[in-house]
């Protein structure tokens, strides 16, 4: 008896540390996304124990995690730090997302329930009321099923697309996206290439949805391209 309650006990408070550690895990996604940790800075583990009030158990637990999803990576004789932001990097990650999506767009145009397809109307809708209003700024913060992309993405129903793109490399994404210059920014634009892939999408168009879903990825990529040139030659 007694064996079964300790195993009972051991388990409840690995279950325990486990939501802790997902739970701290969602936190220090936001705040490196969002730029409260900066880019580059060194992570400290005795600092977000105690502002997070974490044994170093879950905390490690969590920076393995962000590890894997490649916003922070471990230095020889340094340690742990949040990534490096770099155009170069951005522009690569740019052009896997470019086919990627693309191949993402197409199935999706294939798989979409007509629901999801109202579904998708209606963001963008909605979307299209509130960016003047924000002027833009946080057209391109929106995350999970707030974000055009991830829903096109899921809606594919191919899991290893999902795992890369929504799993590997989209933190990632929002981060750049996240700490970008406006002066990297297209809202308007972006947003009426969203209701062309959208409009694909509804005639089940899959050459076409795949096509101007490339298009409008390769658009943002020459244009931070352009951002890297004049940063260079200034």
């Not at 079964?4 to 279950?15: A, F, G, V």
């Not at 809606?155 to 996206?177: T, V």
């Not at 969203?194 to 298009?215: C, G, P, S, T, W």
Request: hydrophobic share 40%; with cysteine; net charge negative.
């Amino acid at each position: 008896m007694n064996v079964e309650l300790n195993s009972e006990l051991r388990n409840r408070l690995t279950d325990k540390e486990n939501t802790k550690s997902v739970t701290l895990t969602e936190a220090l996604i936001e705040v490196i996304v969002n730029g409260e940790l900066p880019s580059g800075s060194k992570i400290s583990e005795p600092e977000l124990a105690k502002r997070y009030q974490v044994s170093r158990g879950p905390l490690r637990e969590a920076i393995m995690r962000l590890e894997g999803l490649g916003l922070i990576e471990r230095e020889a004789h340094v340690g742990a730090r949040v990534i490096t932001l770099s155009p170069d990097k951005l522009v690569e990650l740019y052009a896997v997302r470019e086919a990627l999506e693309g191949m993402a767009a197409r199935l999706a145009t294939r798989y979409m329930s007509q629901e999801e397809i109202l579904s998708l109307e209606m963001l963008l809708a909605k979307h299209s009321a509130h960016i003047d209003q924000v002027e833009g700024a946080s057209y391109f913060h929106q995350e999970g099923d707030f974000d055009f992309h991830y829903r096109i993405i899921k809606a594919s129903r191919n899991q290893k697309l999902i795992a890369l793109l929504c799993d590997e490399l989209y933190h990632l994404l929002r981060m750049y996206r996240y700490q970008s210059p406006r002066s990297q920014s297209r809202p308007e634009e972006a947003l009426n290439e969203h209701k062309f892939i959208l409009q694909a999408i509804v005639n089940r168009d899959e050459e076409l949805a795949e096509m101007l879903m490339r298009r409008h990825i390769s658009g943002s990529r020459k244009l931070i391209e352009q951002q890297i040139s004049l940063a260079e030659n200034n």
